[in-house]
């Protein structure tokens, strides 16, 4: 698993979200909050998706909102570009580059949802 | 350029001005203005930048900047050339935010991106790289190995690496930041070898330039060839080599020892004649000022050579144009011993085309130079500094993709 980190900027005027996204290293890519379960740092999917309000700039940071590719069908290598596109309800999906980095923060296990 | 803080200044004034008497409006003016003025001279020197794409990379051919931290690291077993370039990468995209004043990318502590003060990043490679990535055809002409020399008690802590990182600023705090963030994306291919940290003067103690005093008392780095000069461009950058160190240049590094516990106990014209040049301005002691050129065949009235056959400036002075060179020498204080010996030296770095330029001078001073009684090299390394990056592009980029 990797987490992938930016700052967004709604410069529509109605709210959006990230609702998940796709990219070619991973199975999977989920929208994910870090949250306290049972007395312990855990991460899990964001229900209904990230929220960015019209105008509004987020950040997403380790141990904190964030994407999460998971699945990763080969090891995602320090400083290698990666393609992610970002699903959005509310506005149409972007796809960006991002660069690969090493991080030691967001150390999180992560909570499947459970339904 | 009109800044927000100017802005900001003059609407207050307006707004002041129409419901108070002129008078009052004037000395909020002018509170505002000094107010103003006194921030951004205490912050002038965190505000000064140096760009990092060109020609060469930055961090040698500018005036001394205050702080210092040469990294050396060797890379792990499975770090090859396409991981080099991924390295390369990172490093490249921090080294341009960081000359900036900017936080790097995916930095944890932004707040303490506080400004650029002068930074810069230089990059080069160690003799061992090469062997290690087989790439012995990339070689800039004349790098190898410097020569041992006789006078040499190397450390292994302060000598040799695969990958040479140098960080400048003109503030330590700015300095720490960067060291950190370079560091943290360099632990994937790579693992430290050593670190040396060094100073200068502070800004704004000393005239801008390369000569500053040395904690023997001497003036250090006189007839350095000039800045921005074609006497600089001729003797410290390649012009004919590999590609990627086209723009680059050689450099030598030495860490010098000083035993200032024997060297204080000389008198003052005692060391005068071990250097050969006054205490008082650096004149050489045929002259009256530092940039006056030494009379080595000056002799007093018995007869004796005023500047001594042991001189170090008689041994260091070139006997011909190629054995110059640039030298950008930083202090090091690593505290005290028990008896009050301080472990003090140099830092000293000498940038040049062409090794050659170094190994014919250090050859004659290890051979004989007096100062070699107070001075010992405890560490030796030698790198080819990467030509400078264009905006894009990778540094070292040519290297890591043949």
């Known amino acids: 698993m990797t987490g992938a980190f930016a700052t967004f900027t709604n410069n529509t005027d109605r709210d959006i979200r990230i609702i998940g996204g796709t990219a070619e290293v991973a199975a999977m890519v989920e929208a994910h909050e870090v949250a306290m379960i049972d007395g312990a740092m855990k991460m899990r999917a964001v229900e209904g998706g990230i929220l960015i309000k019209a105008g509004e700039t987020l950040t997403l940071e380790p141990g904190g909102l964030h994407i999460m590719l998971m699945g990763l069908n080969k090891p ?34 992560y909570e499947p949802k459970k339904d | 350029m009109i800044n927000r803080r100017g802005f900001l200044t003059g609407t207050a004034v307006a707004a002041v001005s129409a419901t108070t008497a002129g008078a009052a409006a004037a000395a909020i003016a002018a509170d505002q203005t000094a107010k103003e003025f006194s921030e ?69 502590h932004e707040e303490l991106s506080l400004g650029p003060a002068r930074s810069t990043v230089t990059v080069g490679f160690g003799p061992t790289l090469f062997e290690k990535l087989d790439l012995q055809n990339e070689v800039p ?90 006497d600089f461009d001729n003797l410290v950058w390649i012009k004919d080599g590999p590609k990627w160190a086209v723009g680059g240049c050689i450099m030598v590094l030495r860490r010098i020892a000083m035993n200032l516990n024997t060297w204080d106990a000389l008198g003052r014209s005692d060391k005068e004649q071990v250097i050969g040049r006054k205490l008082s301005n650096g004149a050489p002691l045929t002259g009256e000022n530092e940039t006056d050129i030494p009379d080595f065949e000056a002799e007093d009235e018995n007869g004796l050579k005023v500047i001594a056959g042991f001189a170090h400036v008689r041994r260091a002075s070139p006997t011909n144009l190629n054995e110059r060179f640039f030298r950008r020498p930083f202090n090091y204080d690593c505290g005290l011993s028990k008896d009050g010996n301080p472990d003090v030296g140099l830092l000293w770095p000498a940038y040049m085309a062409n090794l050659d330029q170094y190994v014919s001078v250090q050859r004659r001073l290890a051979e004989f130079d007096l100062l ?26 040519e290297l890591f993709s043949s």
Do not use: C, Y
């Not at chain 2, 040469?70 to 390295?87: C, H, Q, S, V």
């Open chain 2, 372 to 397: 070699n009684k107070w001075t010992t090299p405890i560490g030796s390394s030698v790198w080819a500094i990467a030509g400078g990056v264009a905006e894009g592009a990778i540094l070292a980029q």
């Open chain 1, 76 to 109: 995602v290598l320090d400083g290698e570009e990666v393609s992610l596109t970002v699903d959005f309800d509310g506005t149409e999906d972007l796809t960006f580059t991002w660069p690969v980095k090493p991080s030691v923060a967001g150390d999180e296990t």
């Open chain 2, 141 to 230: 002409k004349t790098f190898e190995r410097i020569p041992a020399f006789k006078i040499d008690q190397l450390k292994p802590e302060f000598s040799d690496g695969d990958v040479l990182i140098q960080v400048s600023a003109d503030d330590p705090l700015v300095l720490s930041h960067s060291v950190r963030a370079l560091t943290r994306d360099s632990m994937g291919f790579a693992e430290v070898r050593w670190t040396q940290s060094g100073f200068t003067n502070a800004q704004g103690v000393v005239p801008g330039g390369t000569r500053q005093r040395n904690l023997m008392g001497q003036v250090d780095g006189t007839d350095n060839p000039a800045l921005g000069s074609d």
């Open chain 2, 40 to 108: 951004r001279a205490n912050t002038a020197v965190l505000k000064k930048a140096e760009p990092f794409f060109g020609k060469h990379q930055n961090g040698i051919e500018l005036e001394l900047q205050t702080f210092t931290t040469f990294i050396a690291l060797d890379i792990k077993p499975e770090t090859n050339k396409a991981a080099m370039l991924r390295w390369m990468r990172l490093l490249t995209d921090d080294i341009a935010r960081i000359a900036k004043g900017e936080a790097t990318v995916a930095e944890p």
